[in-house]
């Protein structure tokens, strides 16, 4: 029986060329999610065993929808990938003239942050109804980025939301990993797709810096195996301890990237508590 997979953005760029690569090796039945219909039948027309579902990832209700009636129709899910992001070109910096400034507006938080927390959330469900022989084998992976690793000034609340999401994933990873679920963010730089053809990127990021997408595609292929990893700088981490993990994919290969470590022990015994840990 084929797996399944639910990819949101997944009508082009990133979440395209996973839907892709999957699709191609016979084995997963590939639902594509994304708001604009015409683009999503055209992706799923183009690729065998890839449905396309409208749905705007910050919207609850419509995505729950999507998610349930991929679950009734396969009485699975095995791998979900939070893809749907927006990047950000607005000058968070810029002057007003006026007594109140304007209100900076809300889309990229409830994109990126709202829409991968929903879809988090649904997976989790999800997941959890699905056959017990999928356990250990469920897959989550959220689209964080280099944006999510360091500051950026350029893009400030792009990446504070992209920031969010590694922090989602070590918070949850070790509770999920209880119930077969591996949750790891992807962090990648700057990666050769659509949203390139913007000229502010051309003239920010130098081309010999761009990643592959295939590079990308392989390490989520990597994750999807459950196998051992091995990092660019030689880090391997057992199959079986790879959750809650952040991935930066740089170059032609990645890194695991550990969180801060402690300074003194009141900080380990105060994130101690905050785990639930004994």
């Not at 949101?8 to 839907?19: D, P, R």
């Not at 999928?134 to 992976?141: A, F, Q, S, Y």
């Not at 990648?188 to 797709?193: A, K, N, S």
């Amino acid at each position: 029986m084929a797996k399944v997979a639910l990819i949101t953005g997944g009508t082009s760029g990133m979440g395209l060329a996973v839907a892709k690569d999957l699709s191609q090796t016979g084995s997963w039945q590939v639902n594509i999610i994304g708001t604009n219909q015409e683009r999503g039948q055209e992706a799923a027309a183009s690729l065998l065993n890839v449905t396309f579902y409208q749905a705007d990832v910050r919207n609850y209700q419509q995505l729950a929808a999507v998610f349930d009636q991929i679950f009734n129709a396969t009485d699975r899910i095995d791998f979900v990938f939070a893809n749907a992001g927006r990047a950000d070109y607005t000058d968070f910096f810029a002057k007003s003239e006026t007594g109140i400034p304007p209100e900076p507006g809300s889309e990229l938080v409830d994109v990126n942050v709202n829409g991968a927390l929903y879809t988090s959330y649904l997976a989790m469900h999800y997941f959890r109804r699905s056959p017990e022989l999928t356990k250990g084998h469920r897959n989550l992976i959220l689209m964080s980025s280099i944006g999510g690793l360091y500051p950026c000034m350029l893009t400030p609340v792009y990446s504070s939301t992209k920031h969010a999401l590694i922090g989602l994933t070590r918070s949850v990873g070790e509770r999920l990993w209880e119930d077969g679920i591996r949750v790891n963010a992807l962090c990648p730089g700057v990666v050769e797709t659509p949203l390139l053809a913007n000229e502010a990127f051309n003239a920010i990021f130098p081309r010999e810096i761009l990643i592959p997408i295939d590079v990308v595609t392989g390490v989520v292929s990597e994750l999807l195996s459950g196998a051992d990893m091995v990092d660019a700088k030689g880090m391997r981490v057992a199959g079986d301890e790879m959750h809650s993990r952040a991935l930066h994919v740089s170059g032609k290969s990645f890194l695991f990237i550990e969180k801060p470590e402690f300074h003194d022990a009141q900080s380990r015994i105060t994130w101690a508590a905050m785990m639930g840990h004994k």
